[in-house]
């Protein structure tokens, strides 16, 4: 949408400009490693990450096609591929719109939509997803799960962990990547130490995980790299 006029921003704007500044800092790191509990029709919940062959290889044997509900396959496969083209979008809004689903097919549909969504950094309109989901399903942590996720990518960090709170309370499938984005969404606050422990819970509940270990090990840089500026702004000792 083209505008026309800048309005002065309330105070509100502004601290959500400041939070979404912190995000922009480390966003593609955490879209490079951002999971997403994304169901594929009727599979229940499973995992997204573009540089991990074996779960894109479980997201494949989740995929299901309903039968007379081409768009509501073709949608799934678009999902489980990893796909978020025009198309791919295309074949779930045709779905939604067009085909009589039930109400598991409905959530499962639009939870893929979202994951699309999501891939094309769409935040705002993945949420609108996650938000038709829950609606329908309270009680659906994966749903939650992905809203959180959704809520980061549009650089709202604080209801993304109450989202993500949210979805742990509720029991999800994959509980490591839930603190993993947990903590990246506390670190977009600035609270450094909320998102050290999620990144340590996360890597406890899955030893030798590469990107809770990775963000561990950053975080030790960082606090090393500090230490050694403030011993270099220190006068020498006196003799």
Known sequence: ?????????????????????????????????LFLAAALLLAGATA?????????TERN????????????GECAAAA????????????????????????ANRI???????AINLRRRA?????ADFDAVIALDPKHAEAHQNRGAALVLAGRPGPAV?????????????PHKAYFNRGAAREALGDVRGAYEDYNTA????PDWGPAEAELARFVRGRRERLAAQLGERPPAQQ
């Open 1 to 33: 949408m083209v505008r026309h006029a800048i309005p002065r921003r309330s105070g509100k704007a502004k601290a959500e400009a400041r939070a979404l500044a912190r995000t922009a800092d480390f966003l593609p790191a955490l879209l490079s490693g």
């Open 48 to 56: 997204f990450a573009d540089d991990a062959a074996s779960e894109r």
């Open 61 to 72: 044997k989740g995929a299901r096609t309903v039968l007379g509900a081409p768009a509501s």
């Open 80 to 103: 489980a591929a990893g796909r978020f083209d025009d198309e791919a979008v295309a074949s779930c809004d045709r779905a939604i719109q067009s085909e009589r689903l039930n109400r």
């Open 108 to 114: 499962a549909t639009l939870i893929n939509r979202g």
């Open 123 to 127: 935040g705002e309109t993945a949420l």
């Open 162 to 174: 109450a989202a993500i709170t949210t979805a742990l309370g509720l029991g999800v499938r994959y």
């Open 203 to 206: 890597l406890t509940i899955q």
